[in-house]
């Protein structure tokens, strides 16, 4: 009878030991990998945080590609090789990111395209984003709205870069805005010799705003803005000087740049210049008026969105979206954010009354 309980005791360890492994694979099939673009950029440090607050308690790792298609594609298999159930990818280059995600989807991992909408495949499952049109348009508008009545303002225009489909989506917005007030002689582009040439056009097809775009391409990298508006501004001569308005790319790092470029040369006068994203290192700059405003691109809703996919997943069922983004190969399901324009007037009640930063770091404002 001894024998006979220790025969059965043994055979009950051995059983709890399969079941404990089965917990463990378990575990690594609800594994979430996420990768980001690049480390050099206060914006996406800001989304890694983000993730690591909201994302407490789930199995993940973050990896950042600095902005090398090779190297996310390293990411991604990296991630396949761990046994990902998901894979959160912002590409760097949306149409060269398509391979990845097709690799992925081959190994039955659900692909979610964050904030860059991924192109060229319709192995995508899902995207989450910012209204990216909404984004140039508050820009715009912003401009529009400063010129009043005027005519003759010195414009400068620069777009994001061309690897990034949501940098055309800001041009689309920006340009019907602008394009109006081009064709009437409110502004006077002085550094893009395509745009004079569409300047009657408001609907341009895509293969137009990228033939504007190519030279005005900002590559999301402020040392390429900075040497960008230094030889337009020596291109366009004392003529192109004086007032001064500036269509930014869609991002505040490039913006103070290009800030700081046009503040440098003695015959710009005034300047009025448009950021977006809301990152802490521009909240100084539009205190001071060295940067106007700024479209406010709460990166939490992109996170939270992100886990409400991922959640809706584990549980089996299907995640809720509420538009579709067509990325020349299906429709996607999309959750869609929203922004908001924050200047002087308003930064306070945005960012510090809100807790998004700490007001008491800042001078200048009331």
């Known amino acids: 009878m001894k024998k006979l309980i220790c025969v059965l005791l043994v055979v009950v360890f051995a059983l709890s030991l399969v079941a404990c492994g089965d917990v463990g694979k378990q575990g690594k099939k609800d594994f979430i990998g996420i990768i980001l673009p690049t480390k050099e950029e206060s914006r996406w440090l800001n989304d890694q945080k983000y993730f690591e607050e909201y994302f407490k308690g789930m199995n993940y790792e973050i990896l950042f590609s600095q902005n090398n298609s090779a190297t996310e594609k390293t990411n991604v298999e990296t991630f396949i090789s761990k046994g990902a159930k998901v894979i959160v ?4 280059d949306a149409a060269a990111a398509a391979s990845a995600v097709n690799e992925a989807s081959k190994e039955g991992i659900t692909v979610i395209s964050y904030d860059r909408l991924i192109m060229g495949t319709d192995k995508l499952d899902y995207y989450v984003t910012f209204d990216s049109c909404s984004v140039g348009k508050a820009q715009a ?9 005027e005519k003759g303002i010195n414009l400068y225009m620069y777009s994001g870069a061309l690897t990034d489909n949501n940098s055309v989506l800001f041009f689309e917005g920006a340009w ?18 395509k745009a004079i040439q569409f300047k009657d056009k408001n609907n341009l097809t895509r293969e137009e705003m990228v033939s504007i775009m190519q030279t005005i391409d900002s590559e999301w990298n402020m040392e390429r803005c900075k040497s960008l508006a230094e030889a337009n501004l020596t291109a366009a001569g004392d003529k192109g000087k004086g007032k001064v308005y500036v269509l930014g790319p869609a991002d505040d790092d490039c913006c103070r740049a290009l800030s700081d470029a046009f503040l440098a040369d003695p015959k710009v006068t005034e300047l009025k210049i448009t950021g977006a994203d809301g990152v802490e290192a521009s909240v100084q700059y539009i205190i001071d008026g060295k940067q106007s405003m700024t479209v406010y691109k709460d990166t939490q809703a992109l996170v939270k969105a992100t886990k409400q996919i991922i959640e809706a997943l584990q549980k089996g069922e299907k995640p809720k979206t509420d538009t579709v983004y067509n990325n020349d190969a299906k429709d996607v399901p999309t959750i869609q954010a929203d922004v908001v324009t924050v200047t002087a007037d308003n930064i306070a009640e945005i960012f510090f009354e809100s807790g998004v930063y700490d007001g008491s770091k800042y001078t200048g404002w009331k």
Not at 89 to 92: I, N, P, S, V
Not at 177 to 183: E, N
């Open 89 to 92: 990818l912002c590409a760097y």
């Open 141 to 149: 508008d912003y401009l529009v709205e400063k010129a009043g009545s």
């Open 176 to 193: 019907k805005v602008l394009q109006p007030k081009i064709a009437d002689g409110t502004f006077v582009v002085r550094n893009c010799e």
